[in-house]
């Protein structure tokens, strides 16, 4: 293991020619003398260019470890963990070891770098195989018989995986795409922090590296630059302009909450008339309910007192049927006689009742095409069931009206009409008179013939005022009543 650190710190140990500000451009490794794959002069050298890059990878990456403490005697857990992340990181990749495969020559990389440097091979030389496939680290040459057939180191591969395990809090980030490899690579062109294995095989490869002691004095200043000229914001203006929207805010809110309030009120007020609306139809069906047990329930008791007594005959006749004795017999006859008696002589009463409690084409769909504003005039279908007659449709409050007029007019000269007949009467009376004296003999004793008969038809004439009256009155209560009611004005 230590020779292998050795020749891994010899190999990363080229220099590349730095850009201004540390950085590492991609392909600018100084030209050596000798080709790291064959030894022959790089004109010559058909190796791959992966070596290069690994080289440069490395230095990146090199530059973030010299920021890690020296190795002291009585190091702490966490820099034993990071020295022991040393050994066990890809001299290619700069990661911690994935598949490990084990060169001939004892060295270990990664099964894709490995690959990764098989397949530069073959894409650099297009006109013939390469015949043998050199180490990274110490140059020897081993047969190409292919990436699987080398061996797996199972130590080193278990070393990787305790050491995931039991690794508490690492120094550096872990990379998210590759689970496990730090971060610990600055990516120039995307300014981002990326991990070995972005930089060989991901979206980096052609881009612009730098050691992250570069990256974080580079960031700093510009993180002062930034923070200098957020300190210079238009906040003034933003806190004005807060304040204007937050008063808006509130002004349109107090303006939807004054009409919803107004909308609250209107429906409430709606559901009022409704509610009452609805009581007041209810009751009126109530009202019909209790005219139907009115009419029916007499009726109903009469037939059920009825029925009780013929059972109680039967009763009387199954007891004394059988009896023997004359005495007990006569006596029981006696008694259930007066029984059938009874029961002939009292009437069945009628199996119809004169009430029609329902409301011929009563449909609550004719509602549905009433108006909001015309709500409060919901009613029942006008139909008066207790005197059994329907009030036409057409029969409009104008002509109830005129109806109630006319009787009044009709009982205010109903008494001037009959004193008038009443005048005539005697007028005539005494022309009669008058004119049986001139005459006729007996014209006295045919007047007062006819005087008697005229005294009767006046008397009769004033009973039938006077029935007329009472009739009238009693028409005008019912009228009225009716009105009421069913509130026609």
């Given at each position: 293991m230590q020779r292998a650190q050795a020749t891994r710190t010899s190999a990363a140990a080229q220099t590349p020619f730095p850009n201004s500000g540390g950085e590492v451009q991609s392909g600018a490794l100084a030209p050596p003398s000798r080709c790291l794959w064959?030894?022959?002069?790089?004109?010559?050298?058909?190796?791959?260019?992966?070596?290069?890059?690994?080289?440069?990878?490395?230095?990146?990456?090199?530059?973030?470890?010299?920021?890690?403490?020296?190795?002291?005697?009585?190091?702490?857990?966490?820099?034993?963990?990071?020295?022991?992340?040393?050994?066990?990181?890809?001299?290619?990749?700069?990661?911690?070891?994935?598949?490990?495969?084990?060169?001939?020559?004892?060295?270990?990389?990664?099964?894709?770098?490995?690959?990764?440097?098989?397949e530069g091979n073959v894409r650099s030389v297009v006109w013939r195989p390469p015949p043998l496939f050199k180490c990274p680290t110490c140059r020897k040459e081993t047969p190409v018989t292919g990436i699987n057939n080398l061996?797996?180191?199972?130590?080193?591969?278990?070393?990787?995986?305790?050491?995931?395990?039991?690794?508490?809090?690492?120094?550096?980030?872990?990379?998210?795409v590759h689970n496990g490899?730090?971060?610990?690579?600055?990516?120039?062109?995307?300014?981002?922090?990326?991990?070995?294995?972005?930089?060989?095989r991901g979206d980096h490869t052609k881009h612009v590296f730098c050691s992250i002691?570069?990256?974080?004095?580079?960031?700093?200043?510009?993180?002062?630059?930034?923070?200098q000229g957020f300190e210079?914001?238009?906040?003034?203006?933003?806190?004005?302009?807060?304040?204007?929207?937050?008063?808006?805010?509130?002004?349109?809110?107090?303006?939807?909450?004054?009409?919803?309030?107004?909308?609250?009120?209107?429906f409430e007020k709606l559901q009022h008339t409704l509610e009452q609306k609805r009581n007041e139809i209810l009751s009126d069906f109530e009202t019909m309910k209790l005219a139907v047990m009115q009419a029916y329930d007499p009726e109903i008791n009469k037939l059920n007192t009825i029925l009780q007594e013929q059972r109680m005959a039967f009763n009387i006749a199954e007891a004394f049927k059988d009896v023997s004795e004359p005495i007990i017999f006569l006596q029981q006859m006696q008694e259930f006689r007066e029984k059938i008696k009874v029961i002939k002589e009292t009437p069945l009463p009628c199996s119809s009742v004169d009430i029609n409690p329902t409301i011929k084409n009563f449909d609550t769909s004719q509602w549905d095409g009433i108006k909001l504003v015309d709500v409060d005039k919901l009613s029942l279908p006008q139909e008066n069931s207790m005197l059994n007659f329907k009030i036409s449709s057409v029969f409009s409050h104008?002509?109830?009206?005129?109806?109630?007029?006319?009787?009044?007019?009709?009982?205010?000269?109903?008494?001037?009409?009959?004193?008038?007949?009443?005048?005539?009467?005697?007028?005539?009376?005494?022309?009669?008179?008058?004119?049986?004296?001139?005459?006729?003999?007996?014209?006295?004793?045919?007047?007062?013939?006819?005087?008697?008969?005229?005294e009767q038809m006046t008397d009769g004439a004033s009973l039938l005022s006077e029935k007329c009256k009472n009739y009238t009155l009693v028409v005008l209560d019912n009228v009225a009543q009716f009105v009421c009611k069913y509130k026609l004005l």
């Open positions: 064959t030894g022959e002069a790089p004109a010559a050298c058909a190796g791959p260019s992966l070596s290069s890059e690994s080289v440069r990878l490395r230095q990146a990456a090199g530059s973030s470890r010299a920021l890690r403490p020296a190795r002291r005697e009585a190091a702490d857990p966490q820099d034993v963990m990071e020295l022991l992340e040393e050994d066990l990181t890809c001299p290619i990749c700069c990661g911690l070891f994935e598949d490990p495969r084990v060169l001939p020559c004892s060295h270990n990389f990664c099964k894709k770098c490995l690959e990764g440097i098989l061996q797996v180191n199972y130590s080193l591969k278990g070393i990787v995986e305790k050491y995931n395990k039991i690794k508490v809090t690492p120094k550096m980030p872990m990379c998210k490899q730090p971060l610990n690579i600055f990516c120039r062109t995307d300014m981002q922090l990326i991990c070995g294995v972005c930089a060989t002691e570069d990256a974080y004095s580079q960031e700093k200043r510009a993180f002062e630059t930034l923070f210079t914001w238009r906040c003034g203006d933003a806190l004005s302009r807060l304040d204007t929207l937050e008063t808006s805010k509130r002004k349109a809110l107090q303006m939807l909450t004054k009409d919803s309030d107004k909308v609250k009120e209107f104008k002509c109830i009206v005129t109806s109630l007029i006319c009787l009044f007019i009709l009982a205010a000269t109903r008494m001037t009409f009959v004193e008038s007949v009443f005048d005539n009467l005697q007028y005539w009376k005494t022309q009669l008179f008058t004119i049986g004296s001139s005459y006729l003999v007996d014209t006295a004793e045919i007047a007062d013939h006819a005087v008697f008969y005229w």
